[in-house]
């Protein structure tokens, strides 16, 4: 079964902090593996923050679905040429989930760093798998003298196998909330590396 | 985290509108939504309104999320 828009959008949201607090958790991923509960689903991902930039990217492609499945992999992966800039006097905003996830930390003092470090997505080179669990080699998302940076040096950590069936040591695995989405090609992991630091990049000028 | 904070339109000048949030006043960037208006509802982020929203969806996020002075 070839995975749809809708169900990638629900890998990525089960875990977000709006369905952790309103218990849609469990619906989404049943969801995003399954396809059960359909409408339900689709109403709850739709209230979601994230329908929003896919509205803005599928209307600034002339794309009709805003769940059309190129339109939701470039906002949470940024790996088409789909996600776009738009520019207005003093700021730019990148159409990309590693963008706009960064301001959260600048409105909303409760929230740390780390939070937005579990937030981004990540992608890593899995060195562990056992149990239900992958260990990969995360590069955080640390702030200091008020800009972000992608640590250098990657720590172990542990994250959920979640929707990944067939992984093996030293394949590249993209995860959200330390839960693993997907699994990536090195070009497509790159790819991802590099958009999420320009888009660090281009966080820290408007800010400076 | 993955939010977006609902707001309410004050005025509308140009491509800008001055927001209301619990009572801070700030400016956001309408081209993303231009059929927005005074008294509307909408989430915004990085200096720009991304959409539109019901009365009742702002009450709904409001309930779930706390303003900074809560926190």
Known sequence: ?208 | MCLAIPIKILEIKDNKAITDFKGEKEEFDIRLTPDIGIGDYALVSNGFIIKKISAKEAEEIFRVIKPKEEI
């Open chain 1, 1 to 208: 079964m070839n995975l749809t828009g809708e169900q990638f959008a629900a890998r990525f949201s089960c875990r977000c902090w709006t369905s952790r607090m309103k218990g849609f958790s469990n619906l989404l991923e049943n969801f995003a593996v399954h396809g059960t509960n359909y409408e339900k689903a689709i109403k709850i991902l739709r209230k979601l923050s994230s329908f929003a930039w896919y509205e803005i990217i599928a209307k600034k492609n002339n794309i009709d679905n805003p769940f059309n499945i190129r339109v939701v992999r470039a906002y949470w992966l940024g790996d088409d040429k789909l996600v776009g800039q738009i520019e207005s006097p003093g700021s730019a905003l990148l159409l990309f989930h590693n963008f706009t996830v960064l301001e959260d930390v600048h409105r909303y003092p409760g929230v740390t760093v780390e939070d937005i470090d579990r937030c981004k997505v990540s992608v890593a080179k899995a060195c562990g798998i056992k149990e239900g669990r992958i260990d990969v080699h995360h590069r955080e998302l640390i702030q200091q003298d008020g800009e972000f940076f992608l640590t250098q040096n990657p720590k172990i950590i542990s994250i959920e196998k979640g929707f990944v069936r067939e992984l093996e040591t030293g394949d590249w695995v993209v995860y959200h909330e330390e839960i693993a989405i997907d699994v990536l090609s090195e070009k497509e992991a790159l790819a991802l590396i590099q958009r999420t630091e320009e888009a660090i990049k281009l966080f820290n000028q408007q800010r400076a």
